[in-house]
Structures are given as structure tokens and as C-alpha cells.
């Protein structure tokens, strides 16, 4: 099934959204929970399974929603089709701070391997599956554990990463990256989990024992803040839960009792 053809805008800066521009009976999936407006005329509704397959028949649905469950992700996509008259516009944005990559599949090698909670949106008629590392090193220590997420189609796709957005072009060459900050990278390039040095770097270094090394000829795209690192760094911060705690931290907390006449 060829996609269907979607013009679009990717608004913000840092905290980004992408607006999908359909044509009458054009429709784009996304992730549950991802749209953020959408002009009159669109109507969506949930589905298992990705729409890629038409043919699809109800045990296959059922085993496309299993294999969504292994991701961590919702069993159901959501379908936006234009049903009006005229273009319309569908907007979806990333749960936490970051950017929004445009992926032309076709330009791509039609098909692309990410982290599994990456995928936010894509033109109907591409492939959302998924793929497991056949490394036993990079299912173990690569972050993402045995299973990613595989992009497949020819249409216009749409992947969330946090912070800045890096995009590498490998010929070749070997890049070693912080395993979280892999965000995705095209066929071609071979996935792999090294040591972070010697013994006293890897404890000491605070870089973690592990680096994901990507080598080969292809495309690879980093994040500069992976959501479970700023999730690490909120919850290190956190102010204790116990007694009588604003809930402020350390300053901010301390003065609000002192306004509030509580001098402990």
C-alpha cells in the first residue's frame, strides 16, 4: 500500500508541534493521545493496527496490537481523516520538552529503526512494527532492550526526540553515543553495545559502563536530553514527602514556612 501524500508544518522551537495538512480523504495515524487541535471536517477514530494493511483481518489485528503492548505503547492508533470539504489541519505534539524530526521514508531507504517510544504520527499507509536487537549485548545494556520500533512506507513520517536533534551521515565510520541519546538511524547502519573504557572509567566516569556503537553507511539521529535522564535529574531534586514539606524544595519551601509562621 502506497501512503498517502501529506504536506505539513513543524511549529516552535523547543517544545515543537507538527501540523498535518490533508487533503479530502487523506488520513494520518498517531500515537494515542498525541493530537493537540484539529480544524473541523477531520474525524478520527481508534483502531488496532496501523491501516498499512487493508486486508487485514481480525487475528491480524489482534497480533499487530500484541506486539504494540511489547513496546510500552498504547494497543490502539488513532485515525484522523479528512472527511470535509477543502484542506484540513490535524497538530500533534510530544508528551515531554524536545523536537520533532520529518522523516521522508521514501528518501530513506523506506524504512527506519527507532527507539520505541519515538514514533508520534505518520501518513497512512506506513508500517508501525516492531524489531528486536539479534545482539545479546544490546538487548541487555542498549537502553532500549530487545525490542525497537520499525518505520516502514514511502510517505512522510514523523518521530519525537527530547532536547536538540542531531542528525549524523555515517561512511563508514564508527560513532559512539550514550545509549539513551539513540534516538534512531536508517538500514545500513550496524547497532552494536561496547564498554565505556576501562574498569575505573566505566565506574568513575559517569558516563555508564556502556556506549552504543553505531557503525557503517546511513543516517543516525541523537537526542541531546533523553526523557528518562531529565526524569532521573526531577526526581533526584524532588523535596523529601515526609511532614510538613511545601513541596517547594529546599529554598522556596523554607520560605513558605517561614511566611506561614512554621519557623522548624
Avoid at 528518501?107 to 506506513?126: H, N, P, R, V
Avoid at 528518562?228 to 513541596?247: E, F, Q, V
Amino acid at each position: 500500500m502506497r501512503c498517502h501524500e501529506v504536506d505539513y508544518d513543524i511549529l516552535g522551537s523547543e517544545m515543537q508541534l507538527v501540523e498535518v495538512e490533508l487533503d479530502p480523504g487523506e488520513t494520518v495515524i498517531a500515537e494515542a493521545g498525541a493530537m493537540t487541535y484539529m480544524e473541523e471536517g477531520i474525524n478520527f477514530q481508534a483502531k488496532m493496527g496501523d491501516g498499512s494493511d487493508p486486508d487485514q483481518g481480525m487475528f491480524g489485528k489482534l497480533f499487530s496490537a500484541g506486539k504494540r503492548m511489547f513496546t510500552g505503547e498504547s494497543v490502539f492508533t488513532t485515525h484522523f481523516t479528512n472527511e470535509g470539504q477543502g484542506k484540513k489541519r490535524v497538530a500533534f505534539a510530544a508528551p515531554y520538552p524536545g523536537n520533532i524530526v520529518a522523516l521522508n521514508m521514501a528518501a530513506l531507504g523506506e524504512k527506519i529503526i527507532c527507539q520505541k517510544d519515538a514514533f508520534l504520527c505518520a501518513a497512512l499507509g506506513t508500517k508501525v512494527d516492531i524489531s528486536f536487537n539479534k545482539r545479546l549485548g544490546s538487548g541487555f545494556f542498549g537502553g532500549e532492550g530487545f525490542i525497537l520500533q520499525s518505520l516502514e512506507g514511502d510517505g512522510m513520517a514523523f518521530i519525537q526526540a527530547g532536547g536538540t536533534v542531531v542528525e549524523k551521515k555515517l561512511n563508514g565510520e564508527t560513532l559512539r553515543v550514550d545509549t539513551g541519546c539513540l534516538v534512531g538511524f536508517t538500514e545500513g547502519i550496524d547497532y552494536d553495545i561496547q564498554r565505556a573504557g576501562g574498569l575505573k572509567s566505566m565506574v568513575f566516569g559517569g558516563e555508564g559502563l556502556f556506549l552504543a556503537s553505531l557503525k557503517g553507511h546511513g543516517t543516525v539521529w541523537l537526542q541531546s536530553l533523553p526523557f528518562s535522564r531529565m526524569a532521573d535529574r526531577i526526581i533526584a531534586h524532588a523535596p523529601s514527602s515526609g511532614g510538613d514539606d511545601k513541596g517547594e524544595g529546599s529554598v522556596l519551601g523554607g520560605l513558605g514556612r517561614f511566611l506561614d509562621g512554621d519557623n522548624r
